[in-house]
């Protein structure tokens, strides 16, 4: 009986997720292969023209976020904004090409180095096309993509101090800490990348269900996609746990 209560529980969990995504599949919806104009909800800060997409729930509790923020924090001038939201497979793949060809500077160049080698740097920061967060509409980069920006005498270091004690209040985590909290697994630690636990939690259970499944593959899907099999499962799961107890 207990089983059967859990199966119902997680049947209704996973249509309550879903509902937002229309005809597109629990497979093609993790994998962010779906045309974000159809299920996601368009946003873009004040002043800007730039369009950003996110599911309705996080958009709500963004906004509700940065209110909260300016009030507490009225003498602040500058308030949070997007500068990454929702990316498509589409999207992270041309990132991850850019990377792997070298068109796009990382941290040392991928002249001379195998592919597994051109893998492992990619990933210290960027996700592979089909393990990334951001295809879920539930994951957003705030501000500045470098942690010095957040640092001590940076110019988020306040922002981001009051997001760390603050953000689970509105259903928000910081799922990549450091590294040594993670058990030294996973990406590198980013402070401007927040995610919606409520949602983002279930979606990644239902990610780590599909892979398990098989049906969820790599090669010959992106350059050096033969070599992340064994990684990405690390990758997806290697999060802050602080995640895992917002509900």
């Given amino acids: 009986m207990k089983n059967l209560l859990s199966a119902i529980l997680i049947f209704f969990i996973q249509s309550a997720i879903f509902s937002q ?8 919806y993790v994998l962010g292969d779906f045309k974000q104009e159809a299920i996601l909800t368009a946003y ?10 996110l599911r309705k729930e ?6 509700e976020l940065i209110q909260a923020y300016q009030r507490e924090n009225p003498e602040e001038k500058q308030r949070p904004f997007l500068v990454s939201a929702f990316r498509s497979f589409k999207d992270q ?15 040392e160049t991928v002249k001379g180095k195998t592919s597994r080698e051109i893998v492992a740097l990619i990933l210290e920061f960027s996700s592979a096309p089909g393990t990334s967060r951001h295809h879920w509409g539930t994951d957003i980069d705030l501000n500045a993509l470098e942690n010095s920006y957040f640092q001590k005498g940076g110019k988020g270091e306040k922002f981001y101090n009051w997001m760390f004690k603050n953000a689970k209040r509105f259903g928000f985590c910081q799922p990549y800490t450091p590294k040594t909290s993670r058990g030294n697994k996973g990406y590198n630690e980013e402070k401007w990348h927040w995610s919606y636990a409520p949602i983002s939690n279930k979606l990644q259970d239902d990610w780590v269900r599909l892979f398990k499944e ?4 790599f090669k010959e899907k992106f350059s050096g996609g033969e070599f992340l ?7 997806v799961t290697s999060v802050n746990s602080e995640c895992r107890s917002i509900r």
């Fill in 21 to 28: 995504t229309g005809n597109v599949s629990n497979e093609a």
């Fill in 93 to 107: 793949k041309r990132i991850w090409e850019e990377k792997y060809s070298g068109k796009r500077k990382m941290r």
């Fill in 44 to 53: 873009s800060n004040p002043g800007e023209s730039r369009i950003y997409y």
């Fill in 58 to 63: 996080v958009l709500e509790k963004f906004l």
């Fill in 214 to 217: 098989g049906k969820i593959q």
């Fill in 229 to 235: 099999q064994d990684l990405a499962f690390e990758y």
